[in-house]
């Protein structure tokens, strides 16, 4: 049974940094995309980046130059730099990894507050 395990939200001030992580557990084949995605309340659920396998990334808009994802294939598990962050950073961050057949897998989510 496959799992993603997301670590590293919490509380911060605006300006400072968190990392996130997310590490996809049991017999997992081929894992394609890993990435993030956020949900603030009452809105719907965005991207915020993604690395292919082969480490290209794409980023929000709203979020380059201040975030940063990475990836470790060897461990199965994805990173989101994220710093200089603000107060409409607060959401809840979902890690997504696409596998193969197109098989995808979410996270259970990770509560990220930035206050002012």
């Known amino acids: 049974q496959v799992q993603l395990v997301e670590s590293g939200g919490g509380l911060v001030q605006a300006g400072g940094s968190l990392r996130l992580s997310c590490a996809a557990t049991?017999?997992?084949?081929?894992?394609?995309?890993m990435g993030w995605y956020r949900q603030a309340p009452g809105k719907q659920r965005d991207l915020v980046a993604e690395?292919?396998?082969?480490?290209?990334?794409n980023y929000a808009d709203s979020v380059k130059g201040r975030f940063t994802i990475s990836r470790d294939n060897a461990k199965n598990t994805v990173y989101l730099q994220m710093s200089s962050l603000k107060p409409e950073d607060t959401a809840v961050y979902y890690c997504?990894?696409?596998?193969?057949?197109?098989?995808?897998?979410w996270g259970q989510g990770t509560q990220v507050t930035v206050s002012s």
């Open positions: 997504k990894v696409v596998a193969a057949f197109g098989t995808t897998y």
């Open positions: 049991g017999t997992i084949f081929s894992i394609g995309v």
């Open positions: 690395i292919t396998s082969g480490g290209r990334t």
